[in-house]
Structure formats: C-alpha cells, structure tokens
C-alpha cells in the first residue's frame, strides 16, 4: 500500500511530478519549441519531458541538447520520450517510456541507476510491473478522452486510484486534463498531471502554467 512517506524514489521527488509538460509542435505557429517550453517553465511547469514523433534523430538531438540546458536554468528534471539513446547521448535526467517501447529493466540497464525511469500504465498489473523492473514513476491514461494519442485506451478513476493504492512510486495521471476538469482527480491519490494541449495550445502560455499549477496543487491537496 502506497503512503506518502515512501513516495519518493531516489531519482525523482514527488513535488517534481506536479506539472508535468509534455511538447509538442503542433501548436508552434511559427514560435520556436524553445520559447514555449521557456513560458511554461516561467509559469512554474515543474518537469518536462521532450516529445518527438515526427522528427529525424539530428534535428531530435540538437533540440534535446538546447532543452536540456534550459530546463537545467530552471532546476526542472528534463526527460525524452521513447529515445534512449538520445537520452543517453545527451546525458538527460531520464526517459520516458510506453508499454510497447523498450522495457524499463532494459532502459535501466541502458541508463544506469541514477537516471529517471517513467513507464506509461493503464493497469494494476502493468503499474506494478513497472514498479518491479525499476520504474521511478508512471505515467496514467488516458483518464479523460485526448486527440493527443489516437490508440490510448481510456482509465477510469477508479482504476486510477487502484493503481495509486498498489504502488509505492509517484503516479501522475495523463490524457485530456484541463483546467476545467483537472479537479475531478481529487482524491485519486495521484500526486500530479501530465499534459499538452492544456498548456501549448494556449496562447498564454506562462499564464495557462500558472491557472492549472494552482488548479493541480489543490487538487492533489484536496
């Protein structure tokens, strides 16, 4: 059973998981990847991770490097999505990883034991798997219906909350948060949220930040 003085691993603490930024270039409009990642870093963001579908691994890399020094500005753990090795070649603060990417025991042999290991999860089952294979923290979802990732299957809350209950590592929920809904988490056990659009399609972005950082705190304090 989770409590929350065993919520912490060595690697990431439970108050980095609060707001969690995920880029995402769609919603660039001609401003660079770098500046919005900035906003939502002035705004309180308090871990970024890098995502990168579409692009090619040399433009991936020079991004991943530029980011990285940013976010060190800000104190604020820095991970990749999926890329180990651009995790690695760039010495990132972790990786970021899905059921069907490399397997967190194999990421953690790649990385070594003092990097940041999050898996996505979606049950109990996979949740204490990853738990068991060195996971630092998971990632839960989609617990609201997202554009963002067309196959992720739907969590309900209450599987949300099973999942937190079974687990001693940091759980943040992921998938169609906003500020408008980010409340009806309360008393899932999570101790923060993921998300996107909710911050990079706004076009205030540092001011998004802000709303849904104070939103999220008394959420998870409620």
Known sequence: MR??????????????????????????NGETLYSQVEKTLEGGTTFVQLREKELDEEHFLEEAKKIKKLCAKYNVPFVINDNVEIALEIDADGVHVGQSDMEAGDVRAKLGPDKIIGVSAQTVEQALLAQ????????VG????????????????ETLKAICEAVDIPVIAIGG????????????GICGIAVISAIFAEKDIKGATQELKNRTKKMVEA
């Open 142 to 157: 989609a617990v609201f219906h997202t554009d963002s990732k067309a196959d992720a299957a739907d969590v309900d809350h």
């Open 132 to 139: 068991e294979r060195g996971a630092d923290y998971l990632g």
């Open 177 to 188: 948060i906003s500020k408008d809904n980010v409340g009806e988490l309360a008393g899932s």
């Open 3 to 28: 409590s929350d003085n065993n919520m912490k691993t060595k690697n990431v603490k439970k108050e980095d998981m609060l707001l969690y930024a995920v880029t995402d270039r769609h919603w660039l």
